[in-house]
Every structure is written in C-alpha cells, then in structure tokens.
C-alpha cells in the first residue's frame, strides 16, 4: 500500500469520525433515546443511510460501474437459506450495541475524543473477532 493511499484512508477516517461527532451519532444519549423509541434522530440517519445504499448498488448494477482499480464490482446475490444467521448475528449485534451503547465504527471515535473507558469494549472486540477466527471452521457458512 502507497503512503498516498494510506493518507487517504486517513483524512476520510478522521473527516467520518468528525462528521458522527457533529451529528450526534456517537452520542450514548441518543443511541439511548433509539433503543428506548424516544427518538426519531438515530432512525432517520440509519434509514438515509439504508436509502443511499439501495440507490448506490442500484447505480452500480446499471452503469456497471467499477471500482479505483477499474475492476469490475461484483455484488453476489444472497442465499435465501442463510437468513436465519443473519438474524441471529443481527440480534447479538443489537444486544452488544445496546449493552455498550455505541456501535462498533465509533468506539474508536469515543476513544479519540478522551472517553478513554471505550478501550474496554474496543479490547472485548478484539477479543471476539479474535475467537471468531479461532473458531470459524467449526461454525456453518
């Protein structure tokens, strides 16, 4: 990887970490009010996001667009069968969210901006992705 790349990679870490600071999306209050249904704000968000992303693949099957390396991107389509982990995976994704009150991507950014107590579910993270792969070989794909 080219130093340029990685500078890259950079500034749009730092520029996403500053854009879910100012919405508030990394904010334990307003995940709260989410899980709580007291709140629209959280929902909004992930629903523009949904949509930009159903407009995004949809633009990238019909235009055939390609990737920064000018390969072709391929978007496989899902088995039905597999949406019972799906499910599943989805659930105890929601539980650790809820428990932590932060997803995954901005625990990084809870920990950049000082609340330095996030490097605990940073490191159980790190833990569990670390037994995931131990033990990927044993569980159905």
């Known amino acids: ?20 600071v100012k919405s508030e999306v990394i904010s334990w209050f307003r995940i709260q009010e989410m899980f709580l249904f ?8 992930i629903g523009s996001a949904v949509l930009v992303g159903l407009i995004s693949i949809q633009l990238i099957k019909k235009f055939n667009i390609k990737d920064s390396n000018g390969d072709p991107i391929v978007i496989s ?4 069968s597999t949406v019972r982990r799906y499910i599943i995976g989805g659930t105890i994704f929601g ?6 009150g932060a997803c995954p991507a901005p625990l990084f950014i809870l920990l950049g901006s000082g609340l330095s107590i996030f490097i605990i579910p ?4 790190a833990f569990g992705t670390w037994v995931y ?3 990927m070989h044993k569980l159905p794909h």
Not at 1 to 20: A, N, T
């Open 38 to 45: 007291d709140s629209f704000h959280m929902y909004g968000i």
């Open 133 to 135: 792969g131990a033990t």
């Open 77 to 80: 389509p899902k088995d039905p």
């Open 95 to 100: 539980l650790g969210w809820s428990m932590v």
């Open 122 to 125: 940073i490191a159980f993270a």
């Open 1 to 20: 990887m080219k130093f340029s790349e990685i500078l890259r990679y950079l500034f749009f870490g730092i520029l996403f970490g500053f854009v879910l």
